[in-house]
């Protein structure tokens, strides 16, 4: 071939491959509005908290303020400081003036703080949790760091650690800046509000349940006393509305967590989550409509029609799907056109609509670019048990599911080629 001929033909090639991109992302992103369940909020994400597995996404990408959804990230922190032997649960701090202001500050949610009076870490963050104190969360943040511009670095630094990189943090809280009085940021507009994606709060929440699952011992708790002063205790009762027995439980799950939010700018905020036949979703709502009530039915419903319409099921190995996924094409190999596939992972537990075969989410082999030829096929060379892609199933009102693949033979270059 002539080597204008040969430009001419990988530039059709080139062309061809990122057509065919575009044409996926497009039937892509058709698919994700094909939603079994849709939330009137600005933003919302669920994911299998085991798995990743998205369940629902609007604008979830998106950044906007978070309210008092903070407060996961917050605990976060905390709980890291207490196993690093920085705090302990029975730690005393002493209130301060200026966070006895905004700890009975009645536009705030609270529970009362008195100068002077000294309150052990396990109280402030039941306190912070349950009922969402802001007094108690600043009296947390500025104890563990000093400062809020210091607490701030390491709630980006706990952020980062769940899979975060662009988490816009002004205070502990999640309030505006400027409700921080003498502990807010200087040189930062008093309107400024922790901004974080749907998908940010759902990857923390996962990450803090990972490894730090003592916090479900919190979120959990319905009722809760708080010892003021000697002689005076304030029950708390937990603000979440989904919790078993409370009014908007969902039918056959255990929810056991997380948190709400509210602030003008954020709107009505939720995290939520719980399990279902063992298995835990988390549920992300940003600025709902409505009032709580409203938000904690949106909540309930879905959680309820997920579990109505769909099931956990086991993807064991790569021969319960369709023959044409268990080989691929392999180009400029040594003696080999096609090569045998397998789950890169032993088994994966996918979230399916009911009463469907695993034939029935027509799977197709996606490769990574890295291993991309001009095609867009495998190539050459791979080695066995290497990663080369995934799988991509097409789940009936649920996101597109991807899981992992890898080759099972070693299969060597036959060199350049022309």
Not at 71 to 91: C, G, P, Y
Request: glycine letters at 6%; a positive charge; charged letters at 20%.
């Amino acid at each position: 071939m002539h080597k204008l001929g040969r430009k001419l033909f990988y530039l059709f090639l080139v062309v061809l491959t990122i057509s065919l991109n575009l044409d996926g992302l497009v039937k892509s992103a058709s698919a994700s509005t094909d939603s079994f369940y849709h939330m009137d909020a600005r933003a919302a994400y669920a994911i299998d908290a085991d798995t990743g597995q998205v369940l629902y996404q609007k604008n979830a990408n998106k950044t906007y303020p978070i309210a008092s959804l903070t407060k996961i990230l917050t605990l976060a922190v905390i709980e890291q400081d207490i196993r690093d032997h920085k705090l302990s649960w029975n730690q005393k701090i002493k209130i301060t003036p200026a966070v006895a202001k905004v700890a009975n500050d009645w536009h705030f949610s609270n529970v009362q703080l008195n100068t002077g009076e000294s309150y052990t870490v396990r109280q402030l963050a039941e306190s912070m949790m349950i009922v969402s104190a802001d007094g108690s969360t600043e009296a947390l943040a500025l104890a563990d760091a000093g400062s809020t511009a210091a607490f701030n670095k390491k709630m980006q630094a706990m952020a980062r650690k769940a899979g975060v990189t662009d988490a816009k943090i002004y205070n502990m809280i999640g309030l505006p800046n400027k409700d921080l009085g003498k502990n807010k940021l200087k040189g930062v507009d008093g309107d400024a509000e922790n901004k974080l994606s749907a998908k940010d709060l759902a990857l923390i929440s996962q990450y803090m349940i990972k490894h730090y699952p003592e916090t479900l011992k919190i979120t959990k708790k319905k009722f809760a006393n708080f010892k003021i002063t000697e002689g005076q205790e304030y029950q708390m009762v937990n603000i979440n509305a989904l919790l078993p027995q409370n009014g908007y439980a969902p039918k056959d799950w255990e929810i056991d967590g997380l948190k709400t939010g509210n602030t003008d700018a954020a709107g009505k905020c939720i995290v939520t989550t719980g399990t279902y036949m063992g298995h835990r979703v988390i549920l992300v709502g940003l600025h709902t409509k409505g009032d709580w009530n409203n938000q904690s039915k949106m909540q309930k419903e879905f959680y309820e029609k997920l579990a109505a319409s769909y099931q956990p099921a086991e993807l064991q190995n790569i021969q319960q799907l369709s023959k044409r996924v268990q080989r691929t094409r392999i180009v400029h190999a040594k003696k080999h056109r096609t090569v045998s596939l397998a789950l890169a992972k032993k088994s994966t537990w996918i979230w399916v609509p009911r009463n469907t075969t695993w034939k029935q989410t027509h799977p197709t082999v996606v490769i990574k670019r890295s291993k991309q030829s001009l095609t867009g096929r495998l190539e050459a060379p791979v080695k066995k048990g290497q990663r080369v892609g995934y799988l991509n199933l097409q789940l009936s009102g649920l996101p597109e599911m991807q899981v992992p693949i890898k080759v099972t033979q070693t299969i060597a270059s036959r060199g350049f080629w022309k």
